[in-house]
């Protein structure tokens, strides 16, 4: 279940047999259904997943209730709400499988080992971290120039694999739009 991962890390950076059997202890499987909710909005986040096979979305409830799906991440990758994580606050958002999942998960403490144990390892936290930065720049600016249904393409584009496995309604959210929206913005397409 690790090797995801440990490729991951080694397209950035060589790992020795040490490092690789550190992080294949520190990070620890995990199984969750479909809809389960993870970590909660309103507590400090203990872990930081990455995502082996499912797909996983944060999201939070607006002024009036509604749910508003801020990230959808397709595997591999990592999730968690980051800067709660990191600053050990308590978390604006909530992080749910959306589908059936299989994770890897570290707590903070163990991060903090792992980073203290490795400079190659410290080297991929901040090239994932600068990624990061990148993916939400772009989707800022994506939000704010591109109509819906360009926003529609590009995620086409990017991740298809999402429009098997998440509802619309997540989809739509994410993209920021009406589901209605989305259904019209399919149906021309089509």
Same mark, same amino acid.
């Given at each position: 279940? /690790?090797?995801?991962?440990?490729?991951?890390?080694?397209?950035?950076?060589? @790992?020795?047999?040490?490092?690789?059997?550190?992080?294949?202890?520190?990070?620890?499987?995990?199984?969750?259904?479909?809809?389960?909710?993870?970590?909660?909005?309103?507590?400090?986040? !203990?872990? @930081?997943?990455?995502?082996?096979?499912?797909?996983?979305?944060?999201?939070?409830?607006?002024?009036?209730?509604?749910?508003?799906?801020?990230?959808?991440?397709?595997?591999?990758?990592?999730?968690?709400?980051?800067?709660?994580?990191?600053?050990?606050?308590?978390?604006?958002?909530?992080?749910?499988?959306?589908?059936?999942?299989?994770?890897?998960?570290?707590? !903070?403490?163990?991060?903090?080992?792992?980073?203290?144990?490795?400079? /190659? *390892? !410290?080297?991929?936290?901040?090239?994932?971290?600068?990624?990061?930065?990148?993916?939400?720049?772009?989707?800022?600016?994506?939000?704010?120039?591109?109509?819906?249904?360009?926003?529609?393409?590009? @995620?086409?584009? !990017?991740?298809?694999?999402?429009?098997? /496995?998440?509802?619309?309604?997540?989809?739509?959210?994410? @993209?920021?739009?009406?589901?209605?929206? *989305?259904?019209?913005?399919?149906?021309? *397409?089509?």
């Amino acid at each position: 279940m /690790h090797d995801k991962l440990i490729k991951l890390i080694e397209a950035t950076t060589p @790992l020795s047999g040490d490092e690789i059997l550190a992080v294949e202890t520190a990070f620890e499987p995990v199984l969750f259904p479909k809809n389960r909710i993870i970590e909660e909005a309103g507590a400090v986040p !203990k872990y @930081l997943y990455f995502v082996v096979a499912g797909f996983v979305r944060l999201f939070y409830y607006d002024e009036q209730g509604n749910e508003v799906t801020s990230h959808i991440n397709c595997p591999p990758g990592f999730i968690t709400s980051y800067f709660s994580f990191v600053q050990q606050t308590k978390a604006q958002d909530n992080v749910e499988c959306v589908t059936e999942c299989e994770l890897l998960r570290i707590s !903070k403490p163990s991060l903090d080992g792992l980073f203290e144990q490795s400079e /190659h *390892l !410290k080297n991929f936290s901040i090239a994932i971290f600068q990624e990061s930065l990148a993916y939400n720049e772009q989707r800022a600016n994506e939000l704010a120039t591109l109509s819906a249904e360009q926003r529609y393409r590009a @995620l086409l584009t !990017k991740s298809p694999e999402i429009l098997h /496995h998440v509802p619309l309604q997540y989809i739509a959210s994410f @993209l920021g739009i009406k589901p209605e929206s *989305l259904s019209r913005i399919r149906r021309n *397409l089509a």
